[in-house]
């Protein structure tokens, strides 16, 4: 909460130079700009200087001798995230803060804040964002491993058809929505916290689907699924404590207590996500969104200031500032 406030007091007035560069200050202390820069030519430290013509009000700049009277000018932005990019830091942290607000993003919010004046410019900016999370979930993966089920907590598996829907029911498909796109979803459930592992499969055949449990689910866990036959029979064999819930008839298993109401509510949670923002328009934009949303709830919810600190570390980390 206090990093968000203090995001708020830094971009909240209306931009001019001493805000601005009070922000820019900030976002070298915090390591999200360069708060040294070497010249590229004499390789000397360059000064940070005012310069009314920019549009962060600075600049780097070097004029030393060995130039032969030409100064050697760089932006405050080089090697960051905001580099090449046209929008001020003031619309970039608030970009930064309405994106950390994870699945509840909505373009037409951030339209109406005037962020920016157009939904593709919000859509790039979207895009690299969720480009640091996916290196930071796959970083994470690697070096932590992607298993849930132990420490009491209970898995729930089950499969969703992610496709495009027509409005009304009436339009033509697209090449990418010709065929169904399901995405084989894992959560574990303990009474913190819930952890998705959503994967996109190309058929929901046990071929496709077992492997994924044994790679991803710890050896011995309770899992609880509906009676798909993919499932039948064989996670029993392969040492977990399976329970099944017939959805023909009921919801919750009246002699287990079985249920995966919490998966089927989850559903509903990322397909609103991802078809508010058109996410599923090809394989590649789906799964960036899938990504994010392991990253919401394995990384972003669990640091101390919440997704928008466990952002800005990645971005950080990303780009070695």
Known sequence: MLLEKKILSLVGGKPNKKRTLKLVKWLQKKHLLQAKMRCRRCHHRMKLILNANKIDYCEWVCRRQTH????????????????????????WMKFIYRFAQGLRLRQIDMLREGITGSSRTLSKMAKTLRR???????AYVRRKGQVVGRHREFVMIDESN???????GRGRFAQTWARRKWVFGIL???????????????RRSRHHLVPLIERHVYPGSQIISDEWRAYRGILTRLGYQHFS???????????????????????????????RMRGNRTESMLKEHLFLIEWTYWLGNRHRDGPLGRLLKDIRHMFHL
């Open 68 to 91: 032969r009277g030409r100064s050697t000018t760089k932006s405050p932005r080089s090697g960051s995230l905001f580099e090449r990019s046209k929008c001020t830091l003031f619309n």
């Open 132 to 138: 640091v999370c996916r290196h930071s979930m796959k």
């Open 162 to 168: 992610f496709r495009h829907k027509r409005k009304y």
């Open 188 to 202: 574990g459930v303990s009474q913190r916290r819930r952890r998705p592992i959503l994967r996109l499969v190309k």
């Open 245 to 275: 819930v017939n959805h023909s008839r009921w919801f919750v298993d009246p002699r287990t207590g079985g249920h995966t109401q919490n998966l089927e509510r989850a559903w509903s949670t990322f397909k609103g996500y991802v078809w």
